[in-house]
């Protein structure tokens, strides 16, 4: 089993900047990846970003130039970086780890979620 706890969601105003942080406790040995989603009221979750342990990282093109996403993979840690925040950056943000249960089986773990709120 994994866990997951997530910090640094908040109230921001348009152009500001947060940091969000993950860190992975219990059978992290196998997190072959860790990553950001987000859901916004009314939509469904979507990608944001995804950091594997190879140090391949993937972003939602909403975000591109704007989100950095970066894994201590010694700890199990994962960051996001979010600059020039939007307004549609509202959301509340998840992290995610996969874990590997028999390759190139993965199971998911999610965290419970930290709310960001872009407003002026």
């Known amino acids: 089993q994994v866990q997951l706890v997530e910090s640094g969601g908040g109230s921001v105003q348009p152009g500001g900047s947060l940091r969000l942080s993950c860190a992975a406790s219990g059978s992290t040995f196998s997190i072959s990846a860790m990553g950001w989603y987000r859901q916004a009221p009314g939509k469904q979750r979507e990608l944001v970003a995804t950091a594997s342990t190879g140090r391949i990282t993937n972003y939602a093109d909403s975000v591109k130039g704007r989100f950095t996403i970066s894994m201590d993979n010694a700890k199990k840690i994962v960051y996001l970086q979010m600059n020039s925040l939007k307004p549609e950056d509202t959301a509340v943000y998840y992290c995610?780890?996969?874990?590997?249960?028999?390759?190139?089986?993965?199971?998911?773990?999610w965290g419970q979620g930290t709310q960001v709120t872009v407003s002026s």
């Open positions: 995610k780890a996969d874990r590997i249960d028999g390759w190139p089986r993965t199971v998911p773990y």
